[in-house]
C-alpha cells in the first residue's frame, strides 16, 4: 500500500443555489491552462440544454485541473435534494469534499443531506464559504452553525475538526479573512493540495473499478467512469464485469481514457488512484465490478436511497394526438429502459395497462426532468398525478416526509404557517435572518405537491423555499387537495374570443382564441368547487340586423401560461397532462362526461 502525492479526487456539494458550479468556472479560468476563448459564458461545466435554461446542476461531471504538478480530479455534483443519486454515487470516486455553503443562507436541507452522505463514505470535507462578498454575508455565524450541523450529523472528531476558507466564486477570489475582499484562488488550490489526501492504493493487486457513472458514444457505445480501486488497467486488457447478482460477463478493454481539463485524453495505462474511463465493454452498468480475470469477488455495489414519489407514463390517446415522433407504448418502454442504464435512482415497473408504465423517482423536478427531456427528444406521452410511495412497517402504514425550509418576510408568516399547517406540517424551528423569517417544517411528502406555487401566490413572490426526503413515518391522514374545479371543454373545434368572453368571468383560462381543444379538455380553472363542462367553441349567432348597442370590444385577459411543473402540481387523481413536442395540455382521464359519471357510480379507483 502507498499514498500517491501526484493526484487529489475532489466532489464538490452544496446545496442548491450557493455556488458549485460558478466557484468552479473560477477554478477553471484561473488554473493557467486554457484560452480565454476556450471558457466562455458562465456556469461552463452546466452544458445541457435543461441545465442551462433552469440554472442548476441536472448531472454529475468529471474535470481535471494541474496545479504544482498535481493533478486535482474535480466532481462537480448536482446541488437539488431531487437528483441525491448522483451526489451519492460520484462520491464514491472521491477522497475529500468541498462543501460549498452560503454566507448569509448557511447550512441548508440539502447541506445537511450531502454531508451525511459524505459521512457515511468516511470523506473528510473542507468547508468553503461562499459569497462572503455579500452586503448581507455573516460569515462567522455560518461558520459556527457548520460546525453544529457536523455534530447534529454525528461526525467523527477528525470530521468535526475540518478546515475552512472563505470565497466568492462569482468575484475569483479565496481567503484565509472573511474581511480580504480580493486576490486569486491561490488560496483555494493550496488547500487542496495541503488538505486533500491523496488515494492510497495497492499496485500489487490485480485491476478492479467500480462503475459510478455512465456516458455514451455512437461511435464506442458505452463507456465507463469510475475510480481504479486496486492495480492497473492497459489497453486490450481482458476483463470480467460482476453484474447483479454477481452475474460474471466476459469483456475486453478497448480503450481507457484520462480526465484531463474539460476532456480526455487515451492513454495505455492508468493505476489505482486514477478516475477513468473505459471503452469496450457493451453490457456495463451503473454499480457492476469491471476487474482482471483472476479476481474471484466483485467490490460492494452501490446503494441508492429509495424513491418516494412515483407517477403514470401512458401513451396519448388524445384526438390531437400524433404530433410527435415516438408515440407507441414500445417507444415509451425502450426510452424508459435506456434511462435505467444511467439514472439509479429512478424505478420503472409495468402497470395493470399493457400501455402505461408507473415511473418512480426521489421528487416532482427528478421525474419532471425526465419528462421534459423526452418531450424534446420527439416523444409524446400522457402523464397522471404524482402519488407517494406508501410502505408497510410492521402492519401501519408509513408515508415519506420531508425536512422543509422557507425563508419570508416577517409580514407574510401568517399564510406561510396556516398554509402548510393544513397540510399536515409541523414547525420545528423558527429563526430570524435579517429581513426574512426562516421558518422550518417536518411535512409530509404529499402536502408538498401544489405548495409552491400556491406559497408564493399567498406571499406575493417572496416565499423561498427549500426542501429534501427526511424519513418514513406513519401515515397521517388525508390532506385538502385542489379547492377550485375546472372548466372542460364538450366539443372538438378551435377556442372563440365570443365564448371566452363569457367564460373568463366564472374562472381563469388556460387556452387562448385559436388553440385547438377536444371533448374532455381541461380549458380553465373554475370560480367554484365543483367541476364544469362549456363550449369554447360557441360563435355568435349572426344576423342581417344591427344595433348600436349590441356589439361590444371583446377584452380578454391572458391565459395563464401552464408550464410543465406547474401541470403536474396542478392535476388530480382523474385528470392527465398530455405532453408532446410543442404543446402541453391538461385533459381528463376519460372524455366524456358520461364516462365520467359512469366512473364516479361505479366507485372505479383512478390513479397510480
Given at each position: 500500500m502507498k499514498r500517491r502525492d501526484d493526484i487529489r479526487n475532489v466532489a464538490i456539494i452544496a446545496h442548491v443555489d450557493h455556488g458549485k458550479t460558478t466557484l468552479v468556472d473560477s477554478m477553471l479560468r484561473q488554473s493557467g491552462q486554457y484560452r480565454a476563448s476556450q471558457l466562455t459564458g458562465e456556469r461552463i461545466l452546466d452544458s445541457n440544454d435543461l441545465e442551462k435554461e433552469r440554472g442548476i446542476?441536472?448531472?454529475?461531471?468529471?474535470?481535471?485541473?494541474?496545479?504544482?504538478?498535481?493533478?486535482?480530479?474535480?466532481?462537480?455534483?448536482?446541488?437539488?435534494?431531487?437528483?441525491?443519486?448522483?451526489?451519492?454515487?460520484?462520491?464514491?470516486?472521491?477522497?475529500?469534499?468541498?462543501?460549498?455553503?452560503?454566507?448569509?443562507?448557511?447550512p441548508m436541507p440539502q447541506t445537511k443531506f450531502v454531508l451525511r452522505k459524505a459521512f457515511e463514505c468516511h470523506i473528510r470535507p473542507i468547508v468553503v464559504i461562499n459569497k462572503v462578498d455579500r452586503p448581507d454575508a455573516r460569515p462567522e455565524e455560518v461558520l459556527n452553525e457548520i460546525f453544529d450541523t457536523f455534530v447534529e450529523l454525528g461526525a467523527s472528531d477528525e470530521q468535526s475538526d475540518f478546515s475552512y476558507i472563505f470565497a466568492s466564486g462569482r468575484s475569483g477570489f479565496a481567503s484565509n479573512d472573511p474581511r480580504v475582499h480580493e486576490g486569486d484562488m491561490r488560496p483555494l488550490f493550496d488547500l487542496i493540495v495541503d488538505q486533500v489526501p491523496g488515494p492510497v492504493v495497492d499496485l500489487d493487486k490485480p485491476f478492479s473499478m467500480l462503475c459510478t457513472t455512465l456516458d455514451y458514444s455512437e461511435y464506442v457505445?458505452?463507456?465507463?467512469?469510475?475510480?481504479?480501486?486496486?492495480?492497473?488497467?492497459?489497453?486490450?486488457?481482458?476483463?470480467?464485469?460482476?453484474?447483479?447478482?454477481?452475474?460474471?460477463?466476459?469483456?475486453?478493454?478497448?480503450?481507457?481514457?484520462?480526465?484531463?481539463?474539460?476532456?480526455?485524453?487515451?492513454?495505455?495505462?492508468?493505476?489505482?488512484?486514477?478516475?477513468?474511463?473505459?471503452?469496450?465493454?457493451?453490457?456495463?452498468?451503473?454499480?457492476?465490478?469491471?476487474?482482471?480475470?483472476?479476481?474471484?469477488?466483485?467490490?460492494?455495489?452501490?446503494?441508492?436511497?429509495?424513491?418516494?414519489?412515483?407517477?403514470?407514463?401512458?401513451?396519448?390517446?388524445?384526438?390531437?394526438?400524433?404530433?410527435?415522433?415516438?408515440?407507441?407504448?414500445?417507444?415509451?418502454?425502450?426510452?424508459?429502459?435506456?434511462?435505467?442504464?444511467?439514472n439509479v435512482a429512478l424505478r420503472v415497473d409495468q402497470a395493470e395497462d399493457l400501455d402505461a408504465f408507473i415511473v418512480s423517482g426521489r421528487g416532482l423536478l427528478h421525474l419532471s426532468v425526465l419528462i421534459e427531456t423526452m418531450r424534446r427528444e420527439g416523444y409524446e406521452l400522457s402523464v397522471g398525478k404524482p402519488e407517494v410511495i406508501i410502505k408497510k412497517i410492521d402492519g401501519v402504514d408509513h408515508e415519506p416526509y420531508e425536512f422543509l425550509v422557507v425563508d419570508v418576510p416577517h409580514g407574510h408568516i401568517g399564510p406561510v404557517m396556516e398554509m402548510v399547517g393544513s397540510?399536515?406540517?409541523?414547525?420545528?424551528?423558527?429563526?430570524?435572518?435579517?429581513?426574512?423569517?426562516?421558518?422550518?417544517?417536518?411535512?409530509?411528502?404529499?402536502?408538498?405537491?401544489?405548495?409552491?406555487?400556491?406559497?408564493?401566490?399567498?406571499?406575493?413572490?417572496?416565499?423561498?423555499?427549500?426542501?429534501?426526503?427526511?424519513?418514513?413515518?406513519?401515515?397521517?391522514?388525508?390532506?385538502?387537495?385542489?379547492?377550485?374545479?375546472?372548466?372542460?371543454?364538450?366539443?372538438?373545434?378551435?377556442?372563440?374570443?365570443?365564448?371566452?368572453?363569457?367564460?373568463?368571468?366564472?374562472?381563469?383560462?388556460?387556452?387562448?382564441?385559436?388553440?385547438?381543444?377536444?371533448?374532455?379538455?381541461?380549458?380553465?380553472?373554475?370560480?367554484?368547487?365543483?367541476?364544469?363542462?362549456?363550449?369554447?367553441?360557441?360563435?355568435?349567432?349572426?344576423?342581417?340586423?344591427?344595433?348600436?348597442?349590441?356589439?361590444?370590444?371583446?377584452?380578454?385577459?391572458?391565459?395563464?401560461?401552464?408550464?410543465?411543473?406547474?401541470?403536474?402540481?396542478?392535476?388530480?387523481?382523474?385528470?392527465?397532462?398530455?405532453?408532446?413536442?410543442?404543446?402541453?395540455?391538461?385533459?381528463?382521464?376519460?372524455?366524456?362526461?358520461?364516462?365520467?359519471?359512469?366512473?364516479?357510480?361505479?366507485?372505479?379507483?383512478?390513479?397510480?
Open positions: 446542476t441536472i448531472l454529475a461531471k468529471n474535470i481535471a485541473i494541474t496545479y504544482h504538478d498535481v493533478k486535482i480530479n474535480i466532481i462537480d455534483t448536482p446541488g437539488h435534494a431531487d437528483f441525491g443519486g448522483e451526489v451519492e454515487r460520484t462520491l464514491q470516486m472521491a477522497d475529500s469534499a468541498l462543501v460549498l455553503v452560503d454566507a448569509f443562507e448557511g457505445g458505452r463507456i465507463a467512469i469510475g475510480r481504479i480501486m486496486t492495480g492497473k488497467v492497459k489497453r486490450g486488457q481482458k476483463a470480467n464485469m460482476w453484474k447483479r447478482g454477481d452475474v460474471v460477463t466476459p469483456g475486453t478493454i478497448t480503450g481507457v481514457l484520462l480526465f484531463d481539463k474539460l476532456g480526455r485524453v487515451e492513454v495505455e495505462e492508468a493505476e489505482a488512484g486514477d478516475i477513468v474511463a473505459i471503452v469496450g465493454l457493451a453490457t456495463i452498468d451503473i454499480g457492476d465490478t469491471i476487474a482482471s480475470t483472476e479476481v474471484t469477488e466483485p467490490l460492494p455495489r452501490i446503494e441508492v436511497g429509495e424513491p418516494t414519489l412515483s407517477m403514470l407514463f401512458t401513451v396519448n390517446d388524445s384526438p390531437l394526438a400524433g404530433e410527435g415522433k415516438y408515440l407507441t407504448s414500445r417507444h415509451i418502454k425502450e426510452r424508459l429502459d435506456r434511462e435505467l442504464q444511467s397540510r399536515r406540517g409541523e414547525m420545528s424551528k423558527m429563526d430570524v435572518k435579517g429581513a426574512y423569517a426562516h421558518l422550518e417544517f417536518l411535512i409530509p411528502a404529499r402536502g408538498l405537491i401544489g405548495l409552491r406555487s400556491r406559497l408564493i401566490s399567498a406571499t406575493q413572490g417572496e416565499a423561498i423555499m427549500h426542501h429534501n426526503y427526511h424519513d418514513y413515518r406513519p401515515f397521517k391522514g388525508e390532506i385538502p387537495s385542489r379547492a377550485n374545479g375546472v372548466m372542460i371543454s364538450m366539443v372538438r373545434g378551435q377556442v372563440v374570443g365570443f365564448a371566452l368572453d363569457n367564460l373568463q368571468q366564472r374562472g381563469t383560462m388556460f387556452v387562448a382564441p385559436g388553440d385547438p381543444t377536444y371533448e374532455g379538455m381541461i380549458i380553465a380553472e373554475n370560480a367554484r368547487a365543483d367541476d364544469m363542462v362549456v363550449n369554447p367553441c360557441k360563435e355568435k349567432k349572426l344576423t342581417n340586423m344591427r344595433a348600436s348597442g349590441s356589439d361590444k370590444n371583446i377584452l380578454l385577459k391572458p391565459p395563464r401560461d401552464i408550464t410543465l411543473e406547474i401541470a403536474l402540481e396542478y392535476i388530480e387523481s382523474d385528470e392527465l397532462v398530455e405532453i408532446t413536442p410543442s404543446r402541453i395540455r391538461l385533459r381528463k382521464r376519460y372524455l366524456s362526461e358520461e364516462s365520467r359519471k359512469r366512473s364516479e357510480r361505479s366507485g372505479k379507483k383512478v390513479g397510480v
